[in-house]
């Protein structure tokens, strides 16, 4: 499909933080509610208890030592104030604000409460691309093996591990690291996977500079909230959640303590260990999955001021004309002029802007009338190289979404949805033929869908915009499946709508948004970095006979 183009980029981001360590405690016999106060106890000088905030966004500058914030015990707990505030002083380490610990009254412990489907936080959201999917095995039997040393030197029954419990962990591993923000999962013992716990529940969380497992336990030992936690006689079960990252903090940890009257189903004695006795041996490796990275690097980065596209907030259309023209973005919710950066793209179905191949231009992913699945590589010094065909035939009839679905993999994919209503993924092979697919959910209904981390929890979700107007919300969670839940509807009276495009940076830095194209030649911009749809307002055109690209 013949098109030539004139000038495409993108800048890496990266956001490294603090070493912190937080703990949470849903203890039976608290009289404390949910987690709405808290107090924090600073273990280098006597206790202080004082105010917490409720997230700790992991600092800027690399931390020489290791600070621990601790839970007291649930009857030293203040009055709510406002968040602590920090401040650096010139060669120290910046004290981290800590987070509130989570207490489970005893009512909500031993039931089954439906799980809250809403945004977990409320912090802006960066896309999981810092993960590093290394076998993390060895990291958790070290953990599980070096609480239960500890635990016997103090004479008290070893814990036992439960693989449903260790996902509930590992999820939130993942979402913390990808998100390089340190906080609890609220009411974690009211998940299903923790199994109705009822003789206490816990969480602790940590990070460190190096993948040094063994030293998370040792910074939980000597801090007196997670030491606590450690040694809490009730607690009989556990699961722990190992994430690397290649950002500063490499390794960050999550485990999850329960205490059952009688053990659940499944409980095993050690991780990769049988029921009820015996093993300790290695887990087995993962099944292998679509969303398997095929290499792992990141971008460099770039002086993307000759691109095309010189950033993830910039606009593309597509005129009458089949020409593609660029809009720089110039700061909040504010465009340059518009530039022809390419011609010959009357036969286009859709553009999708995206990093395909991860060197830190933006490039054009097309999917063509005719059926073909092109690439044209974005060179950060201006322009596009020539195309390369990733599909010849087939893809005229598919509803596509493009970005970073998988968190596992740092190359974007494709979810391709079918006119029979299967929503399919298929995984980034460079410049390779894209053939291999794995369903990800079927009977869906869209005449439009846009990929974007709507609910600000790091992950990818899919918006689904169906004939009637209405938007419904599929939310996923890095993997080839989606989030077994009710579907939400988010919008509605949306029938107009004719092109959506998820943008970052609109706002500030790591802001996410969309931006839509209606009728009556209007773009509006809907900032997400809440976790939901904020009120739109219009960017200025005009755009009178353009397409929006994806």
Request: with cysteine; charged share 15%; hydrophobic share 40%.
């Amino acid at each position: 499909m013949p098109a030539t183009l004139a000038d495409g980029g993108q800048a890496a981001v990266s956001g490294p933080g603090s070493v912190l360590l937080e703990s949470a405690v849903a203890a039976a016999g608290s009289s404390a509610g949910n987690g709405s106060t808290a107090s924090a106890l600073t273990p280098a000088v006597e206790p202080e208890i004082r105010a917490a905030s409720p997230t700790a966004t992991v600092d800027p500058a690399p931390a020489s030592g290791t600070t621990m914030e601790a839970a007291p015990a649930a009857q030293s707990q203040p009055s709510p104030s406002a968040p602590l505030a920090v401040t650096k002083e010139a060669g120290t380490t910046p004290e981290p604000p800590s987070i509130p610990p989570l207490w489970a009254p005893d009512e909500e412990l031993g039931k089954t409460v439906p799980r809250v489907t809403g945004p977990e936080t409320t912090m802006a959201a960066p896309a999981p691309e810092a993960l590093v999917k290394d076998d993390n095995t060895a990291a958790v039997l070290t953990v599980f093996n070096r609480i239960n040393e500890y635990r016997a030197a103090n004479r008290l029954n070893p814990v036992k591990y439960h693989p449903t419990v260790a996902g509930l962990a590992q999820e939130w591993s993942d979402s913390i690291a990808s998100r390089e923000v340190i906080e609890h999962r609220a009411s974690f013992w009211t998940d299903p996977r923790a199994l109705n716990p009822n003789n206490g529940a816990g969480e602790v969380i940590a990070i460190r500079t190096d993948r040094d497992a063994a030293q998370l336990v040792e910074w939980w030992k000597g801090s007196p909230g997670h030491n606590a936690m450690l040694l809490d006689p009730r607690f009989n079960v556990m699961g722990a959640g190992i994430s690397y990252t290649n950002s500063t903090y490499r390794i960050w940890g999550v485990v999850n303590f329960f205490g059952y009257t009688t053990l659940p189903a499944g409980t095993l004695e050690s991780p990769g260990g049988s029921v009820g006795g015996g093993g300790g041996a290695a887990l087995p490796p993962p099944a292998p999955s679509m969303c398997d990275a095929p290499v792992r690097h990141m971008p460099p980065t770039l002086d993307l001021s000759a691109a095309a596209i010189k950033g993830p907030a910039d606009l593309v259309t597509v005129d009458a004309a089949g020409q593609l023209l660029g809009r720089t973005s110039l700061g909040v919710r504010s465009y340059g002029p518009p530039r022809v950066i390419g011609s010959g793209f009357s036969g286009a179905k859709e553009v999708f802007v995206t990093d395909w191949d991860r060197d830190g231009a933006f490039d054009l992913l097309t999917q063509w009338t005719n059926g073909n699945l092109t690439l044209h590589r974005g060179i950060a010094t201006g322009g596009f190289q020539a195309p390369v065909t990733l599909g010849a035939g087939g893809w005229q009839s598919l509803t596509l979404a493009v970005g970073g679905w998988c968190a596992n993999n740092r190359m974007p994919q494709i979810l391709a949805l079918d006119t029979a209503g299967s929503l399919h993924l298929y995984s980034n092979k460079g410049t390779g033929d894209l053939a291999a697919r794995v369903t990800v959910a079927s009977g869906i209904s869209a005449a439009r869908l846009a990929m974007v981390d709507y609910d600000a929890d790091g992950f990818q979700d899919i918006l689904s915009l169906r004939t009637d107007g209405s938007v419904q919300l599929y939310r996923g969670w890095g993997t080839t499946a989606l989030r077994a839940e009710t579907r939400a509807t988010v919008a509605t009276g949306w029938q107009d709508v004719t092109g959506i495009k998820a943008l970052r940076d609109v706002t500030g830095l790591n802001s996410t948004g969309i931006a839509l194209r209606r009728a009556s030649d209007v773009v509006q911009y809907w900032d997400l970095s809440t976790g939901s749809l904020a009120s739109p307002s219009n960017i200025a055109g005009p755009w009178s006979g353009q397409r929006l690209a994806q």
